[in-house]
């Protein structure tokens, strides 16, 4: 399949440029021409407005999905009542429920609302494996293969991060509906990620230092590894009691701080793990409205970025998804944590929203000739981006999801202005479903 494109404003080689013409086949860039003359440019598609590369979501957990505007406790007379713990008992509740199709339901609908907001590429960080008294489906990565076919469906690219999970926390069993995540140890659930199709794009990751056991962490080495870090104060302060190390130095113990390391949120560390994430080469992938909405704190991304750590940027449990929320909001926070402004260049904060090669797809994010062909572009004259200025800075600092008029993924266009009410009546009936589920397990 091939196309061409005439786009108004592109931000192509790190700056905006005007008439670029673009030419795909078979899913690739095959020209990126700027000010191409008019008779290259007859047959081509206009794109008015400014184009983008696809955006990545570098960290998603997509059935949390169902919990959006559900999940926000207030005790009586406006006094704070809840957190990250009591929030999961709610998470556990929906993730007690889903099957495979219902999984798959909810997915597509959620990746299709990724796409519409400009995601072409997603990384599911995925530990709902299993039956929910803990035994394997028929198919072993059923669940899994929900995912992956979710994401065919609504036209964005899974990397399906197949998380081990083998304990409710520091070497206790598995409780309740943990069970489900849970493959009973590490070799086991290497085995079961080694069967998944090989076309599929698989990545690897482990749930946290808190769910998989040091003697366990050191029994598998492999590429592609993401991590939840230091995401609460009460597992760092768990970890040093039990195991005399922060997560960061049990992770290092284990060998598992590398560049093709993941490590996610990373919001409390200390001087010696910022030192030690940097001089490792990983990558960090913050999800600040997530970490917000659960009351996580700010991760500390500057200091990170300044050590040596890569930047991506994920929507873990989609309170929202907004990938140029998730990009301004890195910014945004440090002002609050510092009190200052002008911590982060407009451009870098739109090169951690267009890292995919955490992913395992090194070769998207940009555009430019041999890359994959994905092309987000915003409407320049709402009443969000009117008068911006049509460069980086009005992705940054004004656009949202309600600008994106169109979007190509591979080559294929995945998403228009026109389909924006067919996904919002798509999102409707998934997490309808899903809650309908919840309320009978209840009875």
């Known amino acids: 399949m091939s196309a061409a494109y005439l786009l108004e404003r592109a931000w192509v080689d790190g700056a905006t440029r005007d008439g670029v013409l673009v030419e795909i086949a078979d899913g690739r860039f095959t020209a990126v021409l700027p000010e191409a003359s008019p008779e290259r440019t007859g047959a081509a598609v206009r794109l008015p407005g400014l184009t983008l590369p696809g955006l990545a979501n570098a960290h ?30 709610q998470m556990y509740a929906v993730a007690a429920v889903l099957d495979p199709d219902s999984l798959r339901c909810l997915a597509r609908a959620a990746y299709r609302e990724m796409a519409a907001a400009g995601i072409t590429g997603v990384g599911e960080f995925h530990y709902l494996h299993h039956q929910p008294d803990g035994t394997a489906y028929d198919e072993p990565n059923a669940m899994g293969l929900a995912l992956l076919e979710a994401g065919r469906e609504a036209g964005v690219r899974v990397t399906l991060l197949d998380a081990c999970y083998l304990s409710s926390g520091f070497g206790a069993p598995p409780q309740g509906v943990q069970r489900r995540f849970s493959d009973g140890d590490v070799d086991t659930w290497a085995a079961r990620v080694a069967a998944l199709p090989g076309p599929a794009r698989v990545g690897a990751a482990l749930h946290s230092v808190r769910a998989v056991p040091p003697e366990q ?27 005399g190390a922060t997560p960061t130095q049990v992770l290092a113990d284990a060998g598992h701080l590398h560049a093709g390391t993941t490590v996610v949120h990373a919001t409390h560390l200390t001087d010696g793990d910022v030192a030690a994430l940097g ?22 991304g500057r200091r990170l970025h300044e050590a040596g750590v890569r930047l991506s940027l994920g929507s873990d449990s989609h309170a929202v998804i907004d990938p140029f929320e998730e990009m301004r909001a890195v910014e945004l926070h440090e002002r609050l944590a510092t009190e200052r402004r002008g911590h982060w260049p407009a451009a870098e904060l739109l090169a951690a929203g267009l890292r995919h090669d955490s992913l395992g797809v090194p070769d998207a994010g940009r555009i430019a000739v041999g890359a ?4 987000v572009t915003l409407d320049l004259a709402s009443p969000r981006t009117a008068g911006t200025g049509a ?50 397990a209840a009875r």
Do not use: K, M, Y
Not at 66 to 73: D, E, M, S, V, Y
Not at 217 to 237: T, Y
Not at 284 to 298: A, F, M, Q, S, Y
Not at 418 to 435: E, F, L, N, Q, S
């Open 217 to 243: 962490l050191r029994r598998w080495s492999g590429p592609l590894v993401h991590v939840h870090l230091s995401e609460q104060r009460a597992e760092n302060e768990e970890c040093l009691a039990r195991l």
């Open 279 to 300: 001089s490792a080469g990983v990558t960090g992938c913050l999800c600040p409205t997530t970490e917000r909405d659960l009351g996580d704190g700010i991760g500390p």
């Open 372 to 375: 994959r062909a994905d092309l």
């Open 60 to 89: 998603s957990h997509v059935f949390h999905r169902a919990l959006r505007g559900r999940t926000q406790a207030v005790a009586p007379g406006g006094r704070g009542g809840g957190s990250f713990w009591t929030w999961r008992e």
């Open 391 to 440: 460069d980086e800075a009005t992705a940054v600092w004004a656009a949202g999801p309600a600008d994106v008029t169109h979007v190509v993924a591979d080559g294929r266009v995945v998403h228009t202005a026109a389909d924006r009410a067919d996904v919002g009546r798509a999102v409707t009936d998934a997490v309808t479903g899903v809650w309908r589920l919840v309320e009978e």
